[in-house]
Every structure is written in structure tokens, then in C-alpha cells.
């Protein structure tokens, strides 16, 4: 193998597992968004598999299925009986509705 090569090779693995990583950051930290830091929790009026939430006054997230744009709206400026969350950041809201549009789709 070149010496090109193999830092090609290398350096295509590293892109690999900081990729992994960030995926996982994703979903871990959207799911704790999603269960505790958001006041009040989404899970206390969602259904949303990922999250072990079971929810039952908002429609089910597994079912709906929204893409992150949907559910960014829907934190900032809430609907109907759901609260806008001007508490959460904007780094939080979005990686909120990127966590819920990936668990769900
Ligand atoms: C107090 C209960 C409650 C909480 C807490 C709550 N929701 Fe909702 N949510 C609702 C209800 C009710 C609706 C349906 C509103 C309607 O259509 O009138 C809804 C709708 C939605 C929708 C669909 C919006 C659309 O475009 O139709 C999404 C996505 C959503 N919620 C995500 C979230 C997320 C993420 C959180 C946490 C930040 C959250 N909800 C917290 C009650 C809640």
C-alpha cells in the first residue's frame, strides 16, 4: 500500500467513527432533551418509541413521523394545547427536532 493510500484509508476510518459518534450524541442527547430538560417534558404528552415515552395527550411522534422543520415550529411557537418552550436554546431546539425527525423516520 502507498503511503497516499494508506493515510486515504485512514483518514476515510477516522470520518467513519466521528461520524458514529455524533449520530450517537444525537440520539442520546435528544432523548434526554426529549424526557428531562425540556420543562415540561415532551414525553409527558407524547408517545415516541426512542424515547420510552407513552405520552397520550399530543399525537404519537412514531406515527406522525415530522421532519425536523415540523417539530422546530411546533417548540418555538407551540399549537393548540402545546407550549411554545422559550426556555431551551436555539442549539437545543434544533437538535431536538433533528433527534425526533431521526427517531421516527
Ligand atoms: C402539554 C402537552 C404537550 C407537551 C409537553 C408537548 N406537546 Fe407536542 N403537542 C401537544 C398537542 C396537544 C399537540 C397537537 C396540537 C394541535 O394539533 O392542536 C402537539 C403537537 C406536536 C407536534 C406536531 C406539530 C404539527 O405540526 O402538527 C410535534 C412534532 C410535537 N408536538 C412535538 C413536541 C416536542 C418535541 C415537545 C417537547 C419539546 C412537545 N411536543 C411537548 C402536546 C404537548
Known amino acids: 500500500m502507498t503511503a497516499m493510500l494508506r493515510r486515504t484509508v485512514a483518514s476515510a476510518l477516522l470520518a467513519t467513527v466521528a461520524w458514529g ?13 426529549f424526557t428531562q430538560t425540556a420543562v415540561p417534558a415532551c414525553a409527558v404528552c407524547h408517545t415516541l418509541k426512542h424515547a420510552g415515552a407513552t405520552g397520550e395527550i399530543g399525537p404519537v411522534l412514531d406515527e406522525l413521523k415530522p421532519d425536523a422543520t415540523r417539530v422546530e415550529k411546533v417548540i418555538r411557537n407551540g399549537l393548540g394545547q402545546m407550549p411554545a418552550y422559550s ?18 423516520q
Do not use: E
Not at 459518534?21 to 432533551?33: E, W
Open 21 to 33: 459518534a455524533q449520530a450517537q450524541n444525537l440520539m442520546d442527547d435528544g432523548k434526554k432533551l
Open 87 to 104: 426556555t431551551l436554546s436555539d442549539a437545543q431546539i434544533r437538535l431536538l427536532a433533528q433527534y425526533v425527525a431521526a427517531a421516527t
